[in-house]
Structure formats: structure tokens, C-alpha cells
């Protein structure tokens, strides 16, 4: 079965402090895995997408890598924000499921002031 | 860009009623998503378009749930008769026509479903 696990599901951490959140898929033949941002009653928004090929993608003060062989891909926010405060989500296309995201239950951080 | 719209935001309805969600894709996108998101169960794909043609709507949870896509530009999920356990967040989301398993899916802003 192919699935997508972010641990943890919550991580509360003072403001300025780096950011770690890990996901992990069970299946190294992938298309790409998209990480989303949730903020409370809103939509998905798209934060960072990293094609099977490719180790690691940046953006501004995010930054995140991939690795198929061990299942895994890390999500870096810098000095953290209040604003950081959302649900990130991980989402992985899988080869075997062409068009089909594959999500993770997410990990909810909120960034105290 | 105006991004994925969708319409209503908030939509309370009693049960057995008819229930019609809208959504506008990003021009262009020619690949359309239903999601549903729930507590218990997290982010489902309901059904599936390219190219307006349903590809893939085995997550379609009952034959209440019915989706149309009459044109490019417009798709609707509509349920008839709604029940309370249908309360969740519906999202609709769109991906560009060219490589689109290489390219990134864009989310509306979901319309969050009551039934009572």
C-alpha cells in the first residue's frame, strides 16, 4: 500500500528557531512530491515542488529535499515566523498511480511570538 | 491569475436537500480535481478530469455524488439528497495541460459543507 506519513502531526517552537518537518513514502517510484501550506478554513497552497530527479528545491526561506532511496523528504522553513504558523502538507505522486496525489495527515506548527 | 475559484464558500443545507459546489479552473489547466477533506479521513480524491472527460471517479462515495465538467472553464459536484455525515470541505483544484504529472496542482479555496 502506498502510503505518506508526517511525523509529527503538531510542533510548537519559538520564533526564530529553524523549522524541520519530515515525510516519508513508502514507494521510491515517484513522479515528484509537492509540499502545501493550510492555513485555518482556507485552501492548499503550493509551496514547493521537487520532480524525482531532482534533490532539493529552495525557495526564499524554504528549502526542501528529496531522497527516493530512503522514502524520505524534509521540509526546512529559516527562522521561523509567527506567520509560519499553518498546516504543512506533504503530497507524493506515485508512478503506479500516474495522476493520484498521495497526502500525508500533515503536521500543524505554530510559531510562538 | 485569479487562481482556482470556487463558489460557495460556506454552504449549510438540511439533509435530503440537493447540494450544487462550483469551481472555475486556472484558464488553461485542462486536468480538474474534487477533493474531500475530513477530520477522520484526511485529504480523498474524489473524481478526476482531463480534457472535460471523466478519467477516474472511483472515490465518488455514493451514487448521490455526481460531477459534471460541460466546458473547460466550469465543473460542478452536486449531491442529491444530502446527508449529515457529507459534512466536510470540498476542494477543487486544477494542473496545467502540459506535463501535467511533472507540473504542481493549484487548490481552490474549498467550500466548507454543513448538513444538518
Known amino acids: 500500500k502506498q502510503e505518506v506519513t508526517q511525523i509529527p502531526a503538531a510542533l510548537s517552537v519559538p520564533e526564530g528557531e529553524n523549522l524541520v518537518l519530515n515525510c516519508s513514502f513508502t514507494?521510491?517510484?515517484?513522479?515528484?512530491l509537492q509540499w502545501f501550506r493550510q492555513d485555518p478554513g482556507k485552501g492548499l497552497t503550493s509551496l514547493l515542488l521537487?520532480?524525482?530527479?531532482?534533490r532539493e528545491q529552495t525557495s526564499g526561506r524554504l528549502n526542501a529535499s528529496l531522497d527516493k532511496s530512503s522514502g524520505r523528504s524534509t521540509l526546512y522553513i529559516a527562522a521561523s515566523q509567527p506567520g509560519d504558523s499553518a498546516t504543512y502538507l506533504c503530497a507524493v505522486r506515485y508512478r503506479s498511480n500516474d495522476y493520484k496525489l498521495s497526502f500525508g495527515a500533515g503536521t500543524t506548527v505554530t510559531v510562538r511570538a | 491569475d485569479a487562481g482556482v475559484i470556487q463558489s460557495p464558500r460556506h454552504e449549510v443545507t438540511e439533509m435530503g436537500q440537493e447540494v450544487t459546489l462550483r469551481c472555475k479552473p486556472i484558464?488553461?489547466?485542462?486536468?480538474l480535481f474534487w477533493y474531500r477533506q475530513t477530520m477522520m479521513r484526511g485529504l480523498e480524491l474524489l473524481i478526476y478530469?482531463?480534457?472535460?472527460?471523466?478519467?477516474?471517479d472511483s472515490g465518488m462515495p455514493e451514487d448521490r455524488f455526481s460531477a459534471k465538467m460541460p466546458n473547460a472553464s466550469f465543473s460542478t459536484l452536486k449531491i442529491q439528497p444530502s446527508e449529515p455525515r457529507d459534512s466536510a470541505v470540498y476542494f477543487c483544484?486544477?494542473?496545467?495541460?502540459?506535463?501535467?504529472?511533472?507540473?504542481?496542482?493549484?487548490f481552490g479555496n474549498g467550500t466548507r459543507l454543513t448538513v444538518t
Open positions: 521537487i520532480q524525482s530527479s531532482q
Open positions: 483544484a486544477s494542473s496545467p495541460r502540459q506535463g501535467a504529472l511533472y507540473s504542481p496542482l493549484h
Open positions: 484558464s488553461g489547466h485542462n486536468s
Open positions: 514507494d521510491s517510484a515517484i513522479y515528484n
Open positions: 478530469f482531463n480534457n472535460n472527460v471523466p478519467i477516474d
